[in-house]
């Protein structure tokens, strides 16, 4: 099938057809026009009929042919054997521009969940997303009626040629971002929505603008008095604000949660590399909530670290960030959840923002230097040797750094922080950067202290966007909740950490001394 497809692609790149858009299209037209063929089977060995019934079967649909008779005989020829879900996985398989395809694993987990959850009616958006195994799974519950949805042209004849046929299966060309699905209710919704897309054109109002957001609360509106909502999504939607608070409150006010599961790092790479979960909502009370992390094993994926704790005891949490729930054994963790000490967000005592976006190529030499993570070293700033720019001082003022700005790694593989101090020269901070400037109530090295400590550090990656390299929003780190101590106190853990710290270093300079003088003492024996 492989050589197959590959002399398919050939036939199909020496005519200038290159792009997937192109090729799924073409791959379109020729199983239309195979499937009218069926009415006349001699025309597939006429060039000229087969031309004049391709375009009038499909270019009102896909657009106009861009070749000529012959080409299309030779594409129609090559392509009419090979299976066009396969050729789709095939062809997308290593897009990064936007198409994502769930791993078939994924498909046979959700064939479990059907199988024990005996839904009648299930629904399954965007259905492209899942091809590797959508047949089979359709073919498993025939006694189903599986709704299947699509926004994209091209995609909605796929899903017609391959399943239209079916007597189970109904197909909608609709987005799940607006509320076209009307009063349709469903026992059973599986959903990948698009991640982080923003709409300006929305029909109604929801409580997010970003499309999973949107994805998730239109889909639940559609679940029926006993039904279950399987739905991914990205880390954002446990901790963060700009709406999806009130998205966690409308869920928790209206549904219940079921489970929620850290999916396999790189599921759905290359596409999407940020860190996704497997949410399960339904309409019947749940009494426990089953939290954990999804590992693969061979080709399925099982739940390891699994936890099961009480619907009550989640919803005293005022997140859902399940690294914490199922780290509670944590001492260190567990301490300060329970302390009687006052804990305040950050956005409620400093302004946090995130540094400026400058590309390598941009750097020159300049008037402003630039601090990058590299500048960084073991939780003080190195001023030297920093990149530059050549700009005016009034298009970078919201980013020049102050004394007592705390900077906090916001991309790379380490979390670096630490507390600037006015230079004589204007220095601004990269866009790796987070910058927690404090309004008065918190000094900026208590923030930097709590910031590295043991719970500090489990707080801000549990704020963790991406998998193996760190992506942290500015927007999260406002939510971080730090203990407020009184300015006194501050200063006295300051202090301690300050004269500490001397001393470590000194210790530290006095054993390296010590090693490197008995080392040359006994390399001089040797001579």
Not at 41 to 53: S, V
Not at 133 to 157: D, H, N, S
Request: neutral net charge; proline residues 2%.
């Amino acid at each position: 099938m492989h050589m197959n497809i590959d002399m398919a692609l050939n036939v199909l790149y020496q005519r200038q057809l290159t792009s997937r858009e192109q090729l799924l299209r073409e791959m379109l037209r020729v199983k239309l026009t195979l499937k009218k063929c069926q009415e006349n089977p001699d025309i597939q060995t006429d060039r000229e009929r087969l031309f004049q019934l391709m375009k009038k079967t499909t270019e009102n649909e896909l657009g106009f042919f861009p070749a000529d008779r012959d080409d299309f005989f030779d594409i129609f020829e090559t392509l009419k054997e090979i299976d066009p879900i396969y050729f789709t996985l095939e062809i997308y398989k290593n897009d990064r521009t936007g198409t994502v395809l769930s791993p078939v694993y994924l498909t046979h987990y959700i064939k479990n969940r059907i199988k024990t959850l005996k839904p009648k009616k299930i629904l399954i958006t965007e259905a492209e997303k899942h091809l590797s195994g959508l047949g089979e799974l359709i073919c498993r519950f025939r006694e189903a009626e599986f709704t299947l949805t699509t926004q994209f042209k091209p995609m909605y004849v796929l899903l017609q040629l391959s399943f239209g046929d079916k007597r189970n299966v109904n197909i909608k060309f609709e987005s799940i971002y607006t509320s076209r699905l009307q009063n349709n209710k469903f026992d059973y919704i599986y959903s990948l929505p698009d991640f982080g897309h923003k709409s300006d054109y929305l029909t109604e109002k929801f409580l997010t603008r970003d499309s999973d957001g949107i994805g998730m609360e239109n889909m639940l509106r559609h679940l029926d008095k006993s039904g279950t909502l399987d739905i991914i999504v990205p880390a954002k939607i446990t901790f963060a604000g700009m709406g999806y608070e009130k998205l966690r409150a409308y869920i928790t006010n209206n549904y219940y949660v079921e489970g929620i599961c850290i999916l396999p790092e790189g599921t759905f790479k290359p596409t999407i590399a940020v860190k996704t979960y497997l949410f399960s909502i339904s309409t019947e009370r749940k009494d426990k909530v089953e939290i954990g992390m999804f590992e693969l094993d061979k080709k399925n994926i099982e739940i390891k670290d699994r936890k099961t704790i009480s619907t009550k005891e989640f919803l005293s949490h005022e997140d859902w960030r399940i690294e914490f729930l199922l780290s509670d054994d944590d001492e260190n963790i567990q301490r300060f959840k329970s302390s009687n000490i006052q804990k305040v967000k950050l956005k409620d005592l400093a302004e946090v923002f995130r540094g400026k976006s400058i590309l390598k190529k941009d750097t020159s030499l300049g008037n402003i230097s630039i601090l990058n993570i590299s500048n960084i070293e073991d939780g003080e700033i190195n001023y030297r040797d920093m990149d530059t720019i050549d700009e005016e001082e009034r298009k970078i003022k919201r980013y020049e750094l102050i004394t007592d700005d705390v900077v906090l790694s916001c991309r790379g593989t380490a979390i670096k922080s630490a507390v600037f101090t006015k230079q004589d020269k204007i220095i601004i901070a990269s866009a790796n950067l987070i910058v927690i400037r404090p309004k008065g109530k918190v000094m900026g090295e208590f923030i930097k202290i709590f910031l590295e400590s043991p719970t500090g550090l489990a707080i801000i990656k549990s704020f963790q966007r991406g998998t193996t390299i760190m992506n942290i929003n500015y927007s999260d780190i406002m939510e971080m909740e730090i203990p407020l101590l009184s300015i006194a106190k501050q200063e006295e853990i300051i202090h301690q950490y300050r004269k500490e710290l001397e001393v470590y270093r000194e210790t530290i300079k006095h054993a390296q001394s010590r090693w490197s003088n008995i080392k040359d003492g006994i390399y001089n024996e040797l001579m």
